[in-house]
């Protein structure tokens, strides 16, 4: 059965980087588009960025422009979240999905089919 699974969370200050790395298992990658969204507790699970399965088109939250970076590398069978100038705000449960969601359903979590178990992602004041 296909499996994603994230990596690279943990606790880290204000202004830090984490790398959010997910690998998928028995998925023909390059079929797949990716996605990022992430879920903070008492809030409901938000896009933060997506990349094609060409890997050339890539679109992101507003509020993570410029600060995250989506990549992947279909050799490995892995998508990349670099998240850079970490906030408070960005603690949550971040999660990758796979699918193949229709032009402007992208930011859409009930259009990819193949979900990850999430890691945790704490950012200090």
């Known amino acids: 059965q296909v499996r994603l699974v994230e990596s690279g969370g943990g606790l880290v200050q204000a202004g830090g980087s984490l790398s959010l790395s997910c690998a998928a298992s028995?998925?023909?990658?390059?079929?797949?588009?990716m996605a990022w969204f992430r879920q903070a507790p008492g809030k409901e699970r938000e896009f933060v960025a997506f990349?094609?399965?060409?890997?050339?088109?890539?679109y992101y939250e507003d509020s993570v422009k410029g600060r995250f970076t989506i990549s992947s590398d279909n050799a490995k069978n892995t998508v990349y979240l670099q998240m850079n100038s970490l906030k408070p705000e960005d603690t949550a449960v971040y999660y990758c999905?796979?699918?193949?969601?229709?032009?402007?359903?992208?930011?859409?979590?009930?259009?990819?089919?193949?979900w990850g178990q999430g890691t945790q992602v704490t950012v200090s004041s």
């Open positions: 028995r998925l023909p990658f390059s079929n797949f588009a």
């Open positions: 999905a796979a699918g193949n969601p229709a032009y402007g359903m992208e930011y859409v979590g009930s259009a990819y089919h193949y």
């Open positions: 990349i094609s399965r060409s890997g050339f088109t890539t």
